[in-house]
């Protein structure tokens, strides 16, 4: 919730902020996914942007393993943040309570303006047409825009996830679980 604040804070006064993550789709721990939903409305109204990856290699996925821990071939880890176009922060750091108390985490703050200018570009060109952007629409319905299709595509339900996924991680979103994401 303090990040989530901290992210609307930063919108609210003006500064651009974009959130790449994993879609349901693609992640590896989709109890993570289920913490992320509950403030991607919330997120949105502020004027954060969200973009979710999307799956880019149609691997055959284990029929041994139930869905909701199979893993994914896409799956996004590394944590990039840019600021103000001059300075970037590559780590493994989960921006949560687990990472901050628990976990041994590492990172690199590097002073670099032509490194950040050239993660700004890829979230300009690059991005848009390998992720599906969370939107909301005139009646603040949650949907995602996939612009690698013309015309774009509109899409109601979790991209690419079938029905026993987003079920497992709307169960889980409904358990107290938030101290453990």
Do not use: C
């Not at 990040?3 to 992640?27: D, F, I, M, P, W």
């Not at 919330?42 to 199979?70: A, M, N």
């Not at 690419?160 to 996924?165: K, N, P, S, V, Y």
């Not at 497992?168 to 679980?177: E, F, I, N």
């Amino acid at each position: 919730p303090a990040g989530v604040k901290e992210l609307e804070n930063l919108s609210e006064q003006g500064v651009k902020v974009r959130v790449l993550t994993n879609s349901l789709a693609v992640t590896d721990v989709p109890a993570v996914h289920a913490g992320y939903q509950r403030h991607r409305r919330r997120l949105l109204l502020s004027g954060v942007q969200l973009f979710e990856l999307r799956r880019t290699e149609e691997k055959r996925l284990r029929k041994d393993v139930r869905p909701y821990f199979r893993r994914s071939a896409s799956s996004l880890h590394a944590k990039t943040v840019t600021v103000d176009a001059k300075r970037v922060f590559v780590g493994s750091f989960n921006f949560d309570p687990r990472s901050a108390q628990i976990n041994t985490e590492s990172g690199l703050l590097i002073e670099s303006v032509e490194m950040a200018e050239r993660i700004n570009a890829m979230f300009e060109h690059e991005l848009p047409l390998r992720t599906y952007e969370a939107r909301l629409n005139r009646f603040y319905k949650l949907y995602w825009l996939d612009k690698s299709k013309i015309p774009a595509l509109r899409l109601y339900k979790e991209p690419g996830a079938g029905i026993w996924r987003r079920l497992a991680v709307w169960l889980t979103a409904r358990l107290p679980v938030d101290h453990l994401l």
